[in-house]
């Protein structure tokens, strides 16, 4: 059972990203199934809280390939971030604050705006990186 499913069409053509766009994916469906089977409350916390650290993790590796490689469009693409940071703090923050609940309007959110984030932003900033010299594949997985 899964909420999102990859795509190539979500792709921007730098393995690394999309791998961890991947793992992103998979956590928000991990955090479906969990809701779906009713799974107890410490385990949807867990799941959420790995999804926002992770969250954290992913957009500190693009702002750091967007800094090294001199993306124009940087601060812009960091503030997006930063809001979404600020948007899954506040979802943990309500999670915990809570009788340990997650909505459905939670995962819609997360997933609706992964998937706009990855079409509309991160597909922007690839072609420069890619033109710039960012590897496009691996030359072996490190993780």
Known sequence: MTMVQWSDEYSVNIQEIDEQHKIWIGLINELYVAMAKKDASDKIGEILERLVDYTKIHFALE?????????????????????????????????????????????????????SHIREKDTGYAPYLLKQGVLKRWARKFW
């Open 63 to 115: 702002e750091c390939l967007m800094r090294i490689f001199g993306y124009p469009g940087y601060e812009a693409h960091k503030q997006i971030h930063d809001a979404m940071v600020r948007q899954v703090d506040e979802l943990m923050r309500k999670y915990r604050l809570s009788d340990g609940q997650v909505g459905m309007e939670t995962l819609f959110l997360l997933k609706d705006w992964l998937i």
